[in-house]
């Protein structure tokens, strides 16, 4: 079983930035996939990014040359590094990983970008 725990959320302005992170409990070079999805209200889940084992990353291409993803693997941590936020990124952030034919979730954080 992988925990998650995510931190970093927050109220922020438009044009700013935060960091998210995502601590596992295991090593996370062990785990095949780990992301962040978002959920805005009425809306659907949408994948944010993914950083594959072997260091591969994947980004939506409403984040692409904002947003990156990377990750520690002495901390045991991923990061989202989310520049020139815009209102449109308002929503809950969840740290998702896939490990042995498992998928694991965070608790989710809430990302707020609004003057």
């Known amino acids: 079983q992988v925990q998650l725990v995510e931190s970093g959320g927050g109220l922020v302005q438009p044009g700013g930035s935060l960091r998210l992170s995502c601590a596992t409990s295991?090593?996370?070079?062990?785990?095949?996939?780990i992301g962040w999805y978002r959920q805005a209200p009425r809306k659907q889940r949408e994948l944010v990014a993914v950083?594959?084992?072997?260091?591969?990353?994947n980004l939506a291409d409403s984040v692409k040359g904002r947003f990156t993803i990377s990750r520690d693997n002495a901390k045991n941590t991923m990061y989202l590094q989310m520049n020139s936020l815009k209102p449109e990124d308002t929503a809950v952030y969840s740290c998702?990983?896939?490990?042995?034919?498992?998928?694991?979730w965070g608790q989710g954080i809430q990302v707020t970008v609004s003057s």
């Open positions: 998702h990983a896939v490990q042995g034919g498992y998928a694991y």
């Open positions: 295991t090593s996370i070079s062990s785990i095949l996939a």
């Open positions: 950083i594959s084992s072997d260091g591969t990353t």
